[in-house]
């Protein structure tokens, strides 16, 4: 079993940035599907970006130019740089692994935008 932590969600105004990371408690090298999702108040879970083992990366059309996932294999951890934020970006944030058929979720990290 592998633990996701996120942590470095906070309150920020629009158009500032953060830098919500995912701690994972043992090596990610072999998970090869890290992603960040999110949910806001009353809409579904939403696939925001993803970093695949072999070094590509997705981003949803709404997040493309301002975020970038980004993954250190030496710190079993998963970064999520948000800039340009709106308010419209406000929802928990949520890490997620997979690793051959087990498919790991953190508790998730609250992002408030302040417009």
């Known amino acids: 079993q592998v633990q996701l932590v996120e942590s470095g969600g906070g309150l920020v105004q629009a158009g500032g940035s953060l830098t919500p990371s995912c701690a994972a408690s043992a090596s990610i090298r072999s998970i090869a599907f890290m992603g960040w999702y999110r949910q806001a108040p009353g809409k579904k879970r939403e696939l925001v970006t993803s970093?695949?083992?072999?070094?590509?990366?997705n981003y949803a059309d709404s997040v493309k130019g301002r975020f970038t996932i980004s993954r250190d294999n030496t710190k079993n951890t998963v970064y999520l740089e948000m800039n340009s934020l709106k308010a419209e970006d406000t929802a928990v944030y949520y890490c997620?692994?997979?690793?051959?058929?087990?498919?790991?979720w953190g508790q998730g990290t609250q992002v408030t935008v302040s417009s």
């Open positions: 997620r692994g997979i690793k051959v058929t087990n498919d790991y």
């Open positions: 970093a695949i083992s072999g070094g590509s990366t």
